[in-house]
C-alpha cells in the first residue's frame, strides 16, 4: 500500500527550511529516503529502522515514529543543489518485503 | 563501476507490438527490481526478484513478465503494449532483499506506446 507524502510541492529560497512528511496506514519496519534530479535516477539518501531513530547527513535528517507510522525528513539551510523530487519508500512491518514509494514531493530552490 | 545498466534508453513501439527491457548488474547484488515512473504516481514497483531463480508481483505486474536471466540479469517483457504503458522504466538492486539495504537504480528506459 502506497505511503502518503505531504506536501506535493515546496518552494523555498536558499537558506529556508523544509520539512517532507511520510505516513502509511500499515506498520512499517523501515523507511527509505531517496532523491531524484530531473531526467535522472533516484538516489538514495538514508535509512531509518524501527525504533523511531533520527538520522542525519549534511544539513538533511530524518526521523522516524512507528507508533505513528510516520517519517519526516527535515532540509535545513537549503542549497540550490537540494532541488529535486524526494520520494520515501516504506517495507511494511516484515523483513524483506520490496520497498513501496510514495507519489514523491517536489522541492524547488531559488537564489 | 557500471553500476546497474538498463537498454534501451529510448523506444517507441506500436500498440500490440511486444519488446523486453534489459537491466544488468555488476555489483553482485542478489535483489532486483522494475519500478515504473509517470507523472504525478512517483515510483511503482512491477516484480522484483529477491534472489536469483524467484521472482514475485509488486503492485502493477498486470501486462508484465519478468526473467531473471541469471544473478546479474533481470528482464521485462511486455508481450502486447499499450498505450497505458507508456512510462520510464527504471531497474534496481541491492545486496539483499533486507530492510537496510539501500536501492541502486538504472539511469532508466523511457517507453512510448502509440
Known amino acids: 500500500q502506497q505511503p502518503v507524502q505531504s506536501p506535493q510541492a515546496v518552494i523555498l529560497r536558499e537558506g529556508e527550511d523544509a520539512v517532507i512528511n511520510c505516513s502509511s496506514s500499515k506498520a512499517l519496519y523501515s523507511v527509505h529516503w531517496y532523491r531524484q534530479k530531473h531526467g535522472e535516477a533516484p538516489v538514495f539518501l538514508m535509512i531509518?529502522?524501527?525504533?523511531?531513530e533520527q538520522k542525519g547527513h549534511d544539513k538533511i535528517s530524518a526521523s522516524f515514529n512507528e507508533k505513528k507510522q510516520q517519517s519526516s525528513l527535515y532540509l535545513t539551510a537549503s542549497q540550490l543543489s537540494y532541488s529535486g523530487t524526494y520520494f520515501c519508500?516504506?517495507?511494511?512491518?516484515?523483513?524483506?518485503?520490496?520497498?513501496?514509494f510514495g507519489k514523491g514531493t517536489t522541492l524547488s530552490v531559488s537564489s | 563501476n557500471a553500476g546497474v545498466t538498463q537498454t534501451p534508453k529510448f523506444q517507441v513501439l506500436k500498440t500490440g507490438q511486444s519488446m523486453t527491457l534489459q537491466c544488468a548488474q555488476d555489483m553482485n547484488h542478489n535483489s532486483m527490481y522494475w519500478y515504473r515512473q509517470d507523472p504525478g504516481m512517483g515510483l511503482r514497483l512491477i516484480y522484483y526478484s529477491a534472489s536469483e531463480g524467484t521472482t514475485d508481483k509488486g503492485e502493477v505486474p498486470n501486462g508484465y513478465n519478468v526473467s531473471r536471466l541469471n544473478k546479474r540479469e533481470f528482464s521485462l517483457r511486455l508481450e502486447s503494449a499499450a498505450p497505458s504503458q507508456t512510462s520510464v522504466y527504471f531497474c534496481?538492486?541491492?545486496?539483499?532483499?533486507?530492510?537496510?539495504?539501500?536501492?541502486?537504480f538504472g539511469s532508466g528506459t523511457q517507453l512510448s506506446v502509440l
Open positions: 531509518l529502522l524501527k525504533g523511531g
Open positions: 519508500g516504506t517495507e511494511q512491518d516484515q523483513a524483506g518485503t520490496a520497498l513501496i
Open positions: 534496481a538492486s541491492s545486496v539483499m532483499q533486507a530492510t537496510n539495504e539501500k536501492l541502486f
